[in-house]
């Protein structure tokens, strides 16, 4: 049976009243999730509510988050297949996954040819617009459009749809082998770099569900990560959001991975400053803690200000020199020497993270 259908068969939703009188004696955990409160109860329980409080729909989990049971006023099928609903139903699943080895994640996730590949990165960087690229110059098509799971396997891992999503609302009951993870690079040139285990870490576990409120299972979902990106790897494509991009870079997946360039070092800019445009000019202020301890502030031309960008993500210094010969008509050598002039200064100021 796929994870899909084992979700769907394993909801239980009942009438509200049946356990509203359970749930007075409550605590209400510390999440920065938006779109739910969760609460322990004192039979050792969660409880999940809306963000507008312990209003109805809810979900309850065990502690092992081994049974999960919806509640709803009335039994429609509106309102059990409603979104807030199966926002609740997808948090404590979710967090049931943990103890099964299985990744929740933020990726927009294809199959093609009897393989998967997930495409992650932050919100906005174009994880659906590569791969719908993928779909129109290949054939590929979505098994998630944003949330898919990652079960891992004892040789590999395997792309499982499940039934909810994020924003793009396409999900299907499909599973099939992961061959890699894409984190998605804005590029006019089309290569991939591999990452090394640690940055591979960083990136999972930023674009992965880890429940922080309950940290024993916080530690299984780390542990998950770790197993994940052992036998799966994982990239940095730069590439741009057209079909002959697509093209090019599944050419290199699959024919000529020996293309593929080695793991480098990476570099960005450290939490606490921001690049503002002000009057045509383009100058870096410190934010929070750092206005104490920051004199005064940077102004950068255009193309300090194209590769401080660049920077706000971690990039290699070979990857920034790539960016800058595509982005500018200027010989390899100025640009080599004047990127090593910034990063320097940038460094030097407290600004840049290696």
């Not at 409550?26 to 039979?43: C, G, N």
């Not at 994940?228 to 000529?256: M, Q, W």
């Amino acid at each position: 049976m796929t994870l899909y259908r084992e979700i769907e068969e394993s909801k239980k939703v009942y009438p509200a009243e049946q356990v509203i009188k359970n749930f007075q004696d409550v605590t209400e955990i510390a999440t920065d999730l938006s779109e739910v409160r969760i609460y322990s109860t004192s039979d050792g329980k969660w409880l999940y509510c809306s963000s507008g409080g312990k209003a109805i729909p809810y979900v309850t989990a065990t502690s092992d988050y081994q049974q999960i049971e919806g509640y709803a006023v009335e039994l429609t099928k509106e309102e059990i297949g409603g979104t807030a609903m199966r926002f609740l139903f997808r948090t404590a699943f979710e967090c049931q996954f943990c103890y099964r080895k299985i990744i929740s994640l933020h990726a927009a996730c294809i199959e093609l040819n009897d393989f998967a590949v997930a495409f992650t990165g932050p919100s906005g960087i174009g994880k659906s617009t590569r791969a719908f690229a993928w779909m129109n110059a290949l054939g590929a098509k979505l098994i998630s459009g944003d949330r898919p799971a990652v079960r891992i396997e004892n040789t590999g891992s395997t792309a499982c749809g499940v039934p909810w999503d994020g924003k793009e609302q396409i999900f299907r009951d499909i599973e099939k082998p992961l061959r890699c993870i894409l984190e998605v690079r804005r590029s006019s040139s089309n290569y991939l770099r591999r990452l090394s285990r640690e940055q591979a870490r960083k990136l999972i576990v930023q674009q992965s569900f880890v429940p922080m409120w309950d940290t024993d299972v916080a530690f299984m979902a780390m542990a998950n990560v770790s197993a994940l990106i052992s036998k799966t790897p994982v990239y940095r494509v730069f590439c741009g959001p057209d079909e002959n991009s697509a093209r090019t870079i599944y050419d290199l997946l699959i024919n000529h991975p020996e293309l593929i360039r080695e793991e480098a070092k990476d570099m960005r800019i450290k939490e606490g400053f921001v690049l503002r445009n002000v009057m045509d000019e383009y100058i870096v202020m410190p934010t929070g803690d750092n206005t104490a301890k920051f004199d005064g502030a940077v102004v950068l031309n255009e193309v300090s200000a194209f590769i401080y960008k660049l920077l706000e993500h971690p990039m290699c210094r070979d990857d920034l020199l790539a960016a800058i010969l595509n982005e500018y008509d200027v010989d390899e050598a100025t640009a080599s020497a004047d990127l090593d002039a910034l990063l320097n200064k940038l460094a030097e100021m407290g600004v840049l993270e290696k």
